[in-house]
């Protein structure tokens, strides 16, 4: 057994997950609270403006994080996905439905950061091209997950249903990435992962990638959480069964 | 500089704000949901339903203890 698989078997026990959990959750708060900090600093006290577009930069700074984590988010439930439908993992489910409000609320955020920097910058607040509308579809594919699991009620097939849905909705996620390269589109080119390296100035490259990382911090906190959570509502309702069996039996 | 956000502060300011709340919705939701999930185990902990892994873990350090 590699060390990857002994630390994936050992985190497949829900009580030892919820101590790792525990433990890691008030240094990740902390480091988030802190790159946060730092972030907003530098963004509106340091970053100077863009020589094109001038402060509205700044809004740069929160839409770009927040578009990254709404596909990092729904990668997250697509790799869940294989770990649940392939290893029947007792976490992966749990994982993918966590993460799926969470990712919804960061596609609505970049949707709605990107229309507040689109007005200013395009003249509109919205444009039918391919990277905002792939973006759109993207957060139905998160809220077509979130019904799913509301609608069935055992965990297993609500897991099973979603992780299929998730895995055919992951084809959106490289159309979202390339699709500035691949039709004309009102919106600009990807600027920071390029082959080439970054094509923007380390004054504004900084607080980018700081909300960046402060944005993927707090991800990852809300994520651990609502794991946790979600691992009690389930012995909550293990529990509740376990009443209504004794009280039938006496 | 933060007093100078130019002639677009307007859209700046709305997608800060924005972002602010939403998220501290988001916090403020799965924060709740984690206590109220705690409030209703602990209840039912204390109505004295467990889990069966729970009993033969309890049942595992009473024989222990009594050795």
């Known amino acids: 057994m590699t060390q990857t698989e002994g630390l994936f078997n050992r985190l497949a026990n829900p ?19 802190i ?12 970053a100077p403006p863009d020589y094109q577009q001038g402060e509205t930069v700044k809004i740069m700074f929160i839409h770009v994080p927040a578009a990254w984590l709404a596909m990092m988010g729904y990668s997250l439930i697509a790799v869940s996905s294989i770990g649940s439908l392939i290893w029947r993992h007792p976490l992966a489910d749990v994982s993918a439905k966590t993460a799926a409000p969470i990712g919804a609320v960061f596609t609505f955020l970049a949707l709605v950061t990107g229309s507040l920097w689109g007005k200013p910058m395009w003249g509109t607040y919205w444009v039918w091209d391919a990277r905002l509308t792939s973006v759109l579809v993207l957060l139905f594919l998160y809220l077509g997950l979130i019904a799913l699991w509301q609608s069935i009620e055992e965990p297993s097939r609500a897991g099973r249903a979603a992780a299929i849905l998730a895995l055919v909705g992951f084809v ?10 691949w039709w004309n589109t009102l919106h600009q080119p990807a600027s920071v992962a390029r082959l080439d390296g970054p094509a923007i100035h380390s004054s504004i490259l900084t607080p980018l990638l700081v909300m960046a990382a402060a944005f993927t911090c707090l991800f990852f906190v809300l994520h651990l959480k609502a794991m946790t959570t979600e691992i009690l509502r389930r012995r909550v309702e293990a529990l509740r069964m376990t009443q209504v069996a004794r009280a039938a039996a006496e | 500089m933060m007093g100078n956000l130019g002639e ?33 185990l602990a209840e039912l902990e204390a109505k004295g339903v467990s889990r069966r892994s729970a009993r033969k873990g309890r049942k595992r350090q009473a024989s222990e203890a009594a050795e």
Do not use: C, E
């Open chain 1, 35 to 46: 790159l946060f900090a730092v972030g907003l600093y530098l963004t509106f006290f340091v």
């Open chain 1, 172 to 181: 959106n996620v490289p159309i979202i990435k390339f699709s500035v390269d």
């Open chain 1, 15 to 33: 009580t030892r997950f919820m101590s790792i959990a525990a433990a890691i959750l008030p240094w990740l708060t902390g480091v988030t609270v």
């Open chain 2, 8 to 40: 677009h502060a307007a859209f700046i300011v709305a997608a800060y704000a924005i972002v602010a709340i939403v998220l501290a919705g988001l916090i403020a939701w799965v924060t709740l949901d984690a206590r109220s999930q705690a409030r209703l």
